[in-house]
């Protein structure tokens, strides 16, 4: 087993008295396989601009200078994050969205599983 130890002890992250970090569970639950690069790039962006309740006002013109794209660029990335139920925009509002909802949906079931298959699902992440 690796021993993990801290590489700079003067640099130890804190979490930021704004936020929070990055929610594990977008990779955990394999949320980020549903991202393409710019649709990361995206969420990185939203997640470190939004307030406390994941609200951001930034513009399309604005977000595409920052994370070096075109604007039409941002919006086929913002309509990944939207297809992958990462985020939800009404413009000019974008809200990064909480994973608690989108794990249930995507572990919503239509008909009864055996045991079995339960354990599957929940060895999987319900994928």
């Known amino acids: 087993m690796v021993t993990k130890y801290p590489l ?7 979490v930021p008295s704004q936020f929070s970090w990055v ?3 977008l990779v955990r639950e ?3 396989s549903d991202c393409t690069v710019a649709g990361a790039a ?4 939203l997640i470190t601009v939004a307030d406390a309740q994941g609200l951001s006002y930034f513009g399309d013109v604005s977000i595409a ?3 070096g794209m075109q604007a039409a660029d941002v919006a086929v990335a ?3 994050l939207i297809s992958a139920d990462l985020i939800a925009y009404k413009k000019p509002l974008y809200q990064v969205l909480s994973l608690d909802v989108t794990v249930q949906k995507r572990c919503a079931i239509s008909s009864p ?5 339960i354990m599957k699902k929940a060895m999987e992440g319900c994928r």
């Open 78 to 80: 913002r309509d990944n």
């Open 8 to 14: 700079n002890t003067q640099r130890l992250r804190k």
């Open 113 to 117: 599983l055996s045991l079995g298959q």
């Open 23 to 25: 929610d594990q569970r």
């Open 42 to 45: 995206l969420y990185l962006f």
């Open 65 to 67: 200078r920052y994370l």
């Open 30 to 32: 394999h949320r980020i």
